[in-house]
């Protein structure tokens, strides 16, 4: 019953900058960690934020002082702000919130494409 919807994908500049958004429905109980990931082609789904229970954040290197992770509890909502995009950034992001340290929920993704 629990689903992860992603939003707010798209194509852009670079330089430009986009939001993404995570709404989640259902009930999702002993929430450890939300965050988001992405994958470009050729390439491993790789970490790009996270923001744990307790409000300690964490940034992938590539995106540290661009990117910006939020949630809004009263909405159920989580997001990511890109700012500065660049063209490595092209990659489909998911959603992602793992509960009780061993049960994940994955939205489907979103396309985000940044061209030069």
């Known amino acids: 019953q629990v689903r992860l919807v992603e939003s707010g994908g798209g194509l852009v500049q670079a330089g430009g900058s986009l939001r993404l958004s995570c709404a989640a429905s259902?009930?999702?109980?002993?929430?450890?960690?939300m965050g988001w990931y992405r994958q470009a082609p050729g390439k491993q789904r790789e970490l790009v934020s996270s923001?744990?229970?307790?409000?300690?954040?964490n940034y992938a290197d590539s995106v540290k002082g661009r990117f910006t992770i939020s949630r809004d509890n009263a909405k159920n909502t989580m997001y990511l702000q890109m700012n500065s995009l660049k063209p490595e950034d092209t990659a489909v992001y998911y959603c992602?919130?793992?509960?009780?340290?061993?049960?994940?929920?994955w939205g489907q993704g979103t396309q985000v494409t940044v061209s030069s």
């Open positions: 259902g009930s999702i109980f002993r929430i450890n960690t």
């Open positions: 992602n919130i793992n509960a009780r340290g061993w049960l994940d929920y």
């Open positions: 923001i744990t229970s307790a409000g300690s954040i």
